[in-house]
């Protein structure tokens, strides 16, 4: 079973950027597609964007589609989340999963996930 500890979190100015790593245990990481998903207080876990395996194929949210890019280095055994341009609409907590199959914008299809790290962008 996959483990995944995220970190890079904390705090940012708008306009800002920053990283975000997802490392995982296990030898078989570089079969697991990813996620990244967040949750802001008060609302739902949103999807935010999705890498494939072992290749590197991705897909975005609109909402951070130009701004935010998936990258993966499979010798690593890491998922990176680099936020560009950040706004305070993207303050939350930052989740990565292993996609198990299904709709790659679906929580549902994700599992285990990291324990999340805080990203907060003020004014």
């Known amino acids: 079973q996959v483990q995944l500890v995220e970190s890079g979190g904390g705090l940012v100015q708008t306009g800002g950027s920053l990283r975000l790593s997802c490392a995982a245990s296990g030898r078989t990481f570089s079969s697991y597609a990813m996620g990244w998903f967040r949750q802001a207080p008060g609302k739902e876990r949103e999807w935010v964007g999705f890498?494939?395996?072992?290749?590197?194929?991705?897909a975005y949210a609109n909402s951070v589609k130009g701004r935010f890019t998936i990258s993966r280095d499979n010798a690593e055994n890491t998922v990176y989340l680099q936020m560009n341009s950040l706004v305070t609409g993207d303050t939350a907590v930052y989740y990565c999963?292993?996609?198990?199959?299904?709709?790659?914008?679906?929580?549902?299809?994700?599992?285990?996930w990291g324990q999340g790290t805080q990203v907060t962008v003020h004014s």
């Open positions: 890498i494939s395996a072992p290749g590197g194929g991705t």
């Open positions: 999963a292993a996609h198990r199959g299904g709709a790659y914008f679906s929580p549902a299809a994700y599992n285990p």
